[in-house]
């Protein structure tokens, strides 16, 4: 099985492929307890326009699409404070406008249609080296940003009302994670696509939820099925040549049944005796 590793282009899905699932599993337990859980499916619609746009004006995609997610993480923050909006509403308005551009520079252009199914469906063993490093500074900056404001955004998620009676600043740690959520859309799309990333920012974390016991343990365990997922799906699909973002996903939804699985066995050996029934 080792022997993968010869191939230079699945060393860098490998590489590519740990390095965004530990930041999607890291910042999905965020979003998850602070049930905003969608904002990574709707900013990865809103990525489908920033990636049209970059092949339409012959740009690397990349940068276009984290403009487009940087931009419109500060459109949906803003939508919902100025017009009074729910945060899901302002997630399905924006996320149609990025579609319907993406849509429509699809067809303007023609040409670019195949380029354009491999950001929408994910193409890991197709990284190049430009896009590692891209990936590498990028993943290195969210997590760098987690670790300097570790205990606000833990404080606000969990209570933003405390917090922000506290003077704590909750609007701009909204805004960072918002942010955060953005860039890491625009690192899974090539990883699983973009039809996909918002289950990679959901699926591990959620697994890690059910049987950890407290916060640092839930990011560890999603950490370490993100990672399972990505290495086995990768295995899969090179000896099986089966797409690596289905499997990926497959298998972190079979970790997820599992994990369910452990909790309502785990919470059955806990449970107390009930001393009438023991009579």
Known sequence: MLSILSY????????????????????????????????????????FGGVALGLFLHIQPMITALGAAVLSAFGIIKLREKAGLYEDTAIGILSSVGMAAGVILASMAQGFNVSL??????????????????????????????????????????????????????????????????????????????LLVAALLVIPSAAGLQVARNFRQAIGVAILIA?????????????????????????????????????????GFARPVNPVQKE
């Open 8 to 47: 230079g282009f699945m060393l860098r899905a490998l590489l590519v492929g740990l390095l965004i699932a530990s930041v999607c599993a890291t910042l999905g337990v965020f979003l998850i307890l602070r049930r905003d859980a969608m904002v990574g499916h709707g900013l990865a619609h809103l990525t």
């Open 117 to 194: 199914m491999s950001y929408l469906f994910g193409n890991i063993l197709a990284i190049a080296p430009s896009e590692l490093w891209i990936s590498v500074i990028l993943a290195g900056a969210v997590f760098i940003i987690i670790i300097l404001f570790y205990q606000e955004l833990l404080f606000v998620t969990f209570d933003a009302e405390s917090a922000r009676s506290s003077g704590i600043a909750v609007s701009r740690l909204e805004t960072i994670l918002a942010v955060l959520t953005a860039v890491t859309a625009v690192l899974g799309m090539k990883v699983v696509g973009l």
């Open 227 to 267: 990672a399972i997922s990505v290495i086995l799906g990768l295995c899969i699909s090179f000896f099986w040549d089966i797409p690596a973002s289905g499997s990926i996903i497959l298998l972190a939804s079979l970790f997820f049944i599992i994990s369910l699985a452990a909790r309502r066995l785990m919470a």
